[in-house]
């Protein structure tokens, strides 16, 4: 993982404090940019953190006492439609199944959990994660996004900084070409090592294009330091005469 990647946040949930310290210990969630950040016995006890603390992932048992998972699932789905369930169950019932495809949950796995498995769920999700990330990146490069649903995107952030770099870094980053120059436009919730970086405050989309223009003025005045071998301007040689 590098520094400045979004860790996404995981809550498990099993009535059996065993299983969800087996998981803690056998998956290493960091090698998809993932940390368990809360554990719960029961359903209730997870939608009460929920509420307080949203999360990206959800990996969660079947049969427990009183909801059950897919019955917290249906209530969560109205909490957080966009996090992704993983469904742990001692045994494959068709019932469960079928009403897990129609949540839309990542997967269903049986107990005990396979590691390999559970990795290739994990990849799965952490891609379609990041997919709509990119997507916005670039819709936030060419102006195409409204301050509301960016503002929704970053709710549970609490501080955010943009920048620009040669490599990508933060949960957003963008090709970014500038007066001859290919550099990455990032939004990251953390200070970087940048070519150069401010704090991004609302209005965002006004900010935003103070920042290019800052970027454009620091390239062109030689504020930001480049290679000897780069130049501001592509340039071509000319005949002379």
């Known amino acids: 993982m590098n520094k400045g990647d979004r860790m996404y946040k995981v809550l498990l949930v099993d009535d059996e404090y065993m299983i969800t310290e087996g998981l803690k210990k056998l998956i290493p969630f960091d090698h998809w940019n993932m940390a368990v950040v809360a554990t719960a016995e029961d359903a209730d006890q997870a939608l009460d953190y929920v509420r307080e603390h949203p999360v990206d992932v959800v990996i969660t048992d079947v049969n427990m006492p009183g909801k059950?998972?897919?019955?917290?699932?249906?209530?969560?789905?109205?909490?957080?439609?966009?996090?992704?369930?993983?469904?742990?169950?001692?045994?494959?019932?068709?019932?469960?199944?079928?009403?897990?495809?129609?949540?839309?949950?990542?997967?269903?796995?049986?107990?005990?959990?396979?590691?390999?498995?559970?990795?290739?769920?994990?990849?799965?999700i952490r891609n379609q994660i990041q997919q709509p990330s990119q997507e916005?990146?670039?819709?936030?490069?060419?102006?195409?996004?409204?301050?509301?649903?960016?503002?929704?995107?970053?709710?549970?952030?609490?501080?955010?900084?943009?920048?620009?770099?040669?490599?990508?870094?933060?949960?957003?980053?963008?090709?970014?070409?500038?007066?001859?120059?290919?550099?990455?436009?990032?939004?990251?919730?953390?200070?970087?090592?940048?070519?150069?970086?401010?704090?991004?405050?609302?209005?965002?989309k006004e900010h935003f294009h103070q920042f290019k223009d800052l970027v454009e003025r620091s390239l062109f005045y030689g504020a930001i330091p480049l290679n000897q071998d780069e130049e501001v301007f592509i340039t071509t040689n000319r005949p002379t005469g």
């Open 68 to 124: 059950t998972g897919l019955q917290m699932i249906a209530e969560m789905k109205d909490l957080m439609p966009d996090v992704a369930f993983i469904i742990m169950s001692g045994y494959q019932d068709f019932e469960y199944v079928k009403t897990a495809l129609n949540l839309r949950v990542a997967d269903y796995l049986l107990k005990p959990v396979n590691k390999v498995e559970m990795g290739n769920i994990l990849e799965k």
């Open 136 to 204: 916005l990146a670039n819709r936030l490069i060419h102006d195409d996004i409204s301050e509301e649903e960016f503002c929704r995107y970053i709710a549970d952030r609490n501080s955010l900084w943009i920048g620009v770099a040669k490599e990508k870094k933060g949960f957003i980053s963008s090709s970014y070409q500038v007066l001859g120059q290919n550099l990455q436009l990032f939004i990251s919730d953390q200070e970087e090592e940048a070519m150069i970086e401010k704090a991004f405050e609302p209005p965002y």
